[in-house]
C-alpha cells in the first residue's frame, strides 16, 4: 500500500518551477527547503539537480510523509528532512547558498511570514539566492478571478490565511537584506519570485 503524502498541484508545477529554478540555482550547493509539504517537490527537483544538496524542512508532523518520498527516491543529494517551524524553529545552524518555498506564504499567518524572512540572514550566506512559488497579489489585486476565489477559500478555512501582496513581501526580503532580482509569472495565476542577498 502506498503511504506516501500526495498533492496534485505538485505535480502539475514542479516543471514550470523547475524551469526558473534550473538558472536561479546554477551556481548553488546547498538549498534549504522551507515548508516541503508532501516532499514531492524535494524528490522532482532535487533528481533533476543533482550538483545541489536539496535539505527538505517541515513540521514535525509532514517529516514521516516526506521521508517517504525520499526513502523511495534513495537520491544522493537528500539527506533527512529536518523539522523546522519558522515561528518557533529550531532553526538550523547550517548556512545555505539558496533557500526554496512553494506556495507557504498564504498558509502561514503574516506574523509567520514576518518570521521567516527575519530569520533567513542567519542560515543563508552573502550572496545568497530565494526563490519563492505561488500565488502574489500586485499593487493590493489580485491578478485573477481564481485567485480572488482562492484568498476567499482560504479566509473561510482561517482568518489568518490569505495571499500575500507582492511589494509587502519584498519589503520583508529588503529588511533581511534580499533584493529582487526576477518575477515569473507560471501556469496557473502563480510566480516565482526571485531574491537575492546583497548584504
Not at 500526495?6 to 536561479?24: K, Q, T, Y
Amino acid at each position: 500500500m502506498n503511504t506516501k503524502p500526495f498533492a496534485p498541484a505538485c505535480e502539475r508545477n514542479r516543471e514550470p518551477i523547475l524551469g526558473v529554478l534550473r538558472e536561479a540555482f546554477a551556481d548553488r550547493r546547498r538549498v534549504l527547503e522551507i515548508g516541503s509539504g508532501t516532499g514531492q517537490h524535494a524528490v522532482h527537483l532535487a533528481a533533476a539537480m543533482p550538483w545541489l544538496e536539496w535539505q527538505a524542512s517541515e513540521r514535525a508532523e509532514h517529516l514521516a510523509g516526506i521521508r517517504a518520498w525520499l526513502d523511495e527516491a534513495a537520491l544522493a543529494n537528500t539527506p533527512a528532512p529536518i523539522e523546522l517551524d519558522v515561528a518557533r524553529g529550531p532553526w538550523p545552524k547550517t548556512r545555505f547558498d539558496a533557500v526554496f518555498s512553494a506556495n507557504t506564504l498564504h498558509i502561514m499567518a503574516w506574523s509567520e511570514v514576518e518570521a521567516l524572512f527575519a530569520r533567513l540572514p542567519e542560515v543563508t550566506e552573502r550572496g545568497a539566492v530565494l526563490a519563492i512559488y505561488g500565488p502574489f497579489n500586485l499593487d493590493g489585486r489580485f491578478t485573477s478571478a481564481s485567485n480572488a476565489a482562492f484568498d476567499a477559500q482560504l479566509r473561510q478555512r482561517a482568518a489568518h490565511m490569505g495571499l500575500r501582496d507582492l511589494a509587502a513581501v519584498d519589503a520583508l526580503a529588503l529588511g533581511a537584506g534580499f533584493t529582487r532580482e526576477a518575477d515569473h509569472a507560471l501556469p496557473a495565476n502563480n510566480r516565482c519570485v526571485v531574491w537575492r542577498r546583497a548584504r
